[in-house]
């Protein structure tokens, strides 16, 4: 496939960045994914596109759009709903990656974090929502590299009848 990609100018990254410091800074916020579309172009369809990617979830939707992604949003299994966050990542190359990164306390804050801030979403649908499995490493393939993410699981219990209510389920999860 032929990628090129046409990223946005340094000087609005920075005033975008500069803005989120100061709004950190009120206390407006405090997690935030500073993001910017970013235009490529290509001479593949979006169904070539998907069909060479390696993503643990993807998505090709009336080739409209694609997405890919390592993160699964929910899993329901029987009568329990889960979710896995992944927060941080370092190229599994470098030596003592998985130590360095487990013990890295910027990785393990922003970690904790996303934990509790799934946790608390999770107890919006669910019932006795614990965290199952806390900071533990997964490699996953980036085009060509290898990386080690960082994951959990966390796990709450649907209500009897929860099938009925799938759709205010997810709306409620979303972002």
């Known amino acids: 496939l032929s990628f090129k990609l046409k990223p946005i100018n340094f000087e609005r990254y920075e005033k975008?960045?500069?803005?989120?410091?100061?709004?950190?800074?009120?206390?407006?916020?405090?997690l935030l994914n500073l993001t910017f579309p970013s235009k490529f172009f290509t001479d593949c369809s979006l169904?070539?596109?998907?069909?060479?990617?390696?993503?643990?979830?993807k998505l090709l939707f009336k080739d409209r759009f694609v997405c890919f992604s390592p993160e699964r949003f929910i899993k329901i299994e029987d009568d329990s709903?889960?979710?896995f966050p992944m927060k941080g990542t370092i190229d599994a190359s470098f030596k003592n990656a998985e130590q360095k990164?487990?013990?890295n306390k910027k990785e393990m804050a922003e970690h904790t974090m996303i934990v509790d801030l799934l946790r608390n979403d999770l107890s919006m649908v669910s019932k006795r929502v614990r965290v199952e499995?806390?900071?533990?490493c997964e490699k996953i393939k980036a085009g060509k590299r290898e990386l080690i993410q960082v994951s959990s699981k966390i796990k709450g219990?649907?209500?009897?009848?929860w099938q009925n209510r799938l759709g205010k389920i997810i709306t409620k999860?979303?972002?």
Request: aromatic content about 14%; some cysteine.
């Open 47 to 57: 169904k070539e596109i998907y069909e060479c990617s390696d993503a643990k979830f």
């Open 133 to 136: 499995r806390f900071r533990y």
């Open 173 to 175: 999860l979303l972002p």
């Open 157 to 161: 219990d649907l209500e009897n009848g």
């Open 101 to 103: 990164i487990l013990n």
């Open 81 to 83: 709903i889960m979710t």
């Open 16 to 30: 975008a960045f500069k803005n989120v410091q100061e709004e950190i800074k009120k206390g407006n916020t405090y």
